[in-house]
């Protein structure tokens, strides 16, 4: 009955941009937590960004002052903008929603950064 859809991925030359969105549909409803994680080839998922309600963040070292994430909570809907990307960047995107005790994942949509 949730779905959650990313979009926004694809190739960019390093230190270049991309901005990801991802929507929640369906019945989902008092979302706590929504966040970005990322699998990178041979590695496993990985914490990218988190948004509480309220807007409190929580950011990987990795892409703290380069990444940017967003929510607008009427719409169930987060944002990811990434600035100056870094081949270490390629991965597999995935967002996240947290709602009471459940966890709700998107299909994943591919960044891949060259050099």
């Known amino acids: 009955q949730v779905q959650l859809v990313e979009s926004g991925g694809g190739l960019v030359q390093a230190g270049g941009s991309l901005g990801l969105s991802c929507a929640a549909s369906?019945?989902?409803?008092?979302?706590?937590?929504m966040g970005w994680y990322r699998q990178p080839p041979g590695k496993q998922r990985e914490l990218v960004a988190t948004m509480f309600n309220g807007g409190d963040t929580v950011y990987a070292d990795s892409v703290k002052g380069r990444f940017t994430i967003s929510r607008d909570n009427a719409k169930n809907t987060v944002y990811l903008q990434m600035n100056s990307l870094h081949a270490e960047d390629t991965a597999v995107y995935y967002c996240?929603?947290?709602?009471?005790?459940?966890?709700?994942w998107g299909q994943g949509t591919q960044v891949t950064v060259s050099s």
């Open positions: 996240n929603a947290a709602s009471g005790v459940l966890i709700y």
């Open positions: 369906g019945s989902i409803r008092s979302i706590n937590v």
